[in-house]
């Protein structure tokens, strides 16, 4: 799970070399990393520019399928309601997060959009892999913005 | 509120001629429309592509900002999490829905996205505006495909 973590980790870095909170993300499908992603909200003054929503969209173009049964997406935060819902509405399988997000984590910390059943689907998650450099990283660039 | 749900409603016929979900939305600031959206995800093959987040992408583009502080979203069917905790993201103020969606709703009847302080704001909503109508866009619209 680490050789994907830093692989998400290298988007997070993407992030941050443009001054934006440096979360980063990508989906892998049969071992294999198919869509990344990584947090652009400031750039593209968009507010569903996440790591995880720009990595769904490309799996899905790449796939041509809304359809992600059976991919996995890595993700250097816990997802957000927004990208947790996404998540399970592209049906991806499984979940694996570096930090935990107390104030707004949506894999149990804050909301639990993942392990309820209402969706048509249900998906695994894994959190807290590589938690001290994805924490670290995000921590790290607060401090600079308040320094 | 009726003016611009049926503006909603307009979107989801939209939807209804491309044999998509009939579900559609409409974003107003100081009492103008400002961006539109019908839900795609069929004829797009994207998970994302709900009414709402084409709607929140549209409005974002157009003020240039990922804040629509003051807005308004006008959607015919109560939010599921991902357009729920992206109505939050960008930071919308008022949500006014059409029927209510007990499986999946984010409002409050599955999942509690608006209600929770957990994101960095609050917004208000109001639920069962021409629920009607809206409802039975969708029921028709799946009766027939079971016909």
Chains 1, 2 share one sequence.
């Not at 443009?18 to 992603?37: L, N, Q, W, Y």
């Not at 059976?70 to 694996?96: D, F, H, Q, W």
């Amino acid at each position: 799970m680490d050789f994907y973590m830093n692989k998400a980790l290298e988007q997070a870095k993407k992030a941050l070399s443009r001054d934006e909170v440096p979360i980063g993300a990508v989906i892998v499908k049969d071992g294999v990393i198919i869509a990344r992603g990584y947090n652009k909200r400031e750039s593209s003054q968009n507010a569903l520019a996440h790591a995880e929503i720009i990595a769904i969209s490309k799996a899905c173009k790449k796939l041509k399928s809304w359809r992600l049964d059976g991919a996995e997406i890595y993700v250097t935060l816990e997802p957000c309601p927004m990208c947790a819902g996404a998540i399970m509405n592209a049906r991806i399988s499984k979940i694996v997060f570096g930090a935990y997000e107390p104030k707004s984590g949506a894999c149990g910390s804050k909301f639990d959009v993942i392990g309820d059943s209402g969706l048509n689907h249900n998906a695994v998650f894994i959190g807290g892999v590589m938690e001290e450099e994805c924490s670290l990283l995000i921590k790290n660039y607060f401090k600079s913005k308040r320094g």
